[in-house]
């Protein structure tokens, strides 16, 4: 079979893997581990962020995320009771915080499809950091629902949305989200989301070669001088049903290159530890930065791994733990909740696991020790969100 022969959709081989239990040694009078706000991996990576996917579900069917022919009405999505509950979430998530996370950000699945997903945000706007400031809250979304509801999520204590736009010409957008939503709608979100003060935005566009790297420069004019922050993410192999192919991505220099023919860039110092973003910023006439016209960022997933720095954790829909997303296999938190854990003892199994954390599947990707061949069992990005 030649290469371009491959099936563009690949079955889904198991989409919910079973939990790994809790480690023992977490219960054990000797090693308990205690949160002290300082967690270090087996890399000397802190836990600074933790990305909590609230549902499986969404209205959009991005075919680089969830392909109509795997996720259709036979799919078995998560039922509610299998989900954790908003007291459930919020009180893994204030054990977390203790271990040192600073930022939170919702995600799924669509996130906003998750009914009531303002009273969560209430519960985890209480929480503090251990320096006893307030937590950087913050969700992505597809921006489908956002004119309905950015005020109510701002109200709540939503602090910042990141909006994902694959694109501005309405027939591209369309096909890609697969579902035939206008683009008119996602700006309007965008609008309502700055309006609602639910700033800075963050704009997140994969590229995907040849289905829509026309719309790079479109979407650079649009936003170049406005309060949003516009990043263009590497299309990566998450899961296994997007039938994934290195030659589809568009390497993150190429992007640069492509925006670089029509706009002077300089390169900026990252803002915090660990972030994921190369930033830009448009240049003025001197060749310095100008903060008026903004700048651009570039996540390149795929082609500089960004493994040395990673300090994200992510809790999946039915509470559990994954390290990397591109694990196999999480950690079952829901079961310890539900079987009467303590947050002492959350906070021992949590200590445990983030300091026995090796993974770096990007650096690996392409050797044998990376788990990406052909039949791997990857969750989802709709299960474990982004
Ligand atoms: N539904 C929401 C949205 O689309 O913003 C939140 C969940 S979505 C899984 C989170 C982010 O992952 C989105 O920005 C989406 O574009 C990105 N994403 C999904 N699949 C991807 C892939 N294969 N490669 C790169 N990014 C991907
Ligand atoms: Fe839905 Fe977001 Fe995945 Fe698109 S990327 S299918 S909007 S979860
Ligand atoms: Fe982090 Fe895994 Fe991505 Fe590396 S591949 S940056 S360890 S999530």
Redesign the pocket.
């Known amino acids: 079979m030649t290469e371009h022969a491959t099936p563009r959709v690949l079955p889904l081989l198991q989409q919910r893997p079973g939990g790994l239990p809790a480690p023992k040694a977490a219960f054990l009078d000797g090693s308990r581990m205690t949160a002290c706000g300082l967690l270090s991996d087996g890399r000397g990576r802190s836990l600074r962020d933790l990305r909590i996917s609230v549902t499986d579900r ?5 075919s ?3 392909p109509k022919e795997i996720f259709d009405h036979t799919h078995p999505y998560l039922a509610h009771a299998d989900l954790l509950s908003f007291e459930e979430i919020t009180r893994i998530a204030g054990v977390f915080v203790s271990h040192g996370v600073q930022k939170i950000r919702l995600t ?3 996130p906003l499809l998750r009914k009531d997903i303002e009273r969560l945000i209430e519960q985890l706007s209480t929480l503090r950091t251990t320096e006893d400031r307030p937590l950087d809250l913050t969700l992505t979304t ?1 921006g489908s629902l956002l004119a309905r509801k950015a005020r109510a999520l701002k109200a709540a204590g939503l602090q910042r949305v990141t909006v ?1 736009l694959d694109g501005l010409d309405d027939a591209v957008f369309r096909s890609m ?1 697969d579902v035939n939503f206008p683009v008119r709608d996602v700006l309007g979100g965008i609008d309502a989301a700055h309006a609602a003060g639910l700033g800075p935005i963050k704009i997140n566009m994969v590229v995907k070669r040849g289905v829509n790297d026309q719309q790079i420069l479109p979407m650079v004019r649009r936003f170049k001088g406005s309060p949003m922050v516009l990043r263009f993410i590497e299309y990566m192999d998450v899961g296994v049903t997007n039938g994934w192919r290195m030659d589809e991505v568009v390497p993150s220099q190429q992007v640069l290159e492509t925006i670089q023919s029509q706009f002077a860039l300089v390169k900026l110092a990252p803002r915090t530890p660990g972030e994921t973003a190369q930033r830009w910023g448009f240049a003025n006439t001197q060749g310095e930065h100008d903060a008026q016209a903004g700048e651009i960022g570039l996540i390149s997933s795929v082609t500089q791994a960004f493994c040395g720095t990673c300090n994200r954790a992510r809790l999946s829909t039915e509470g559990r733990l994954f390290l990397c997303l591109f694990a196999e296999q999480g950690w079952d938190l829901r079961s310890l909740v539900r079987a009467g854990a303590s947050d002492a003892d959350l906070a021992s199994v949590i200590g445990h696991i983030w300091s026995g954390r090796t993974d770096r599947y990007s650096e690996l990707r392409g050797t044998t020790s990376a788990h990406g061949a052909p039949g791997v069992r990857r969750v989802e ?2 299960y474990i969100g ?1």
Not at 58 to 62: D, G, H, K, V
Request: hydrophobic share 20%.
């Open positions: 969404c209205n959009f069917r991005c680089y995320c969830m799924g699945g669509e597809n994902s989200n990005m709709s982004g």
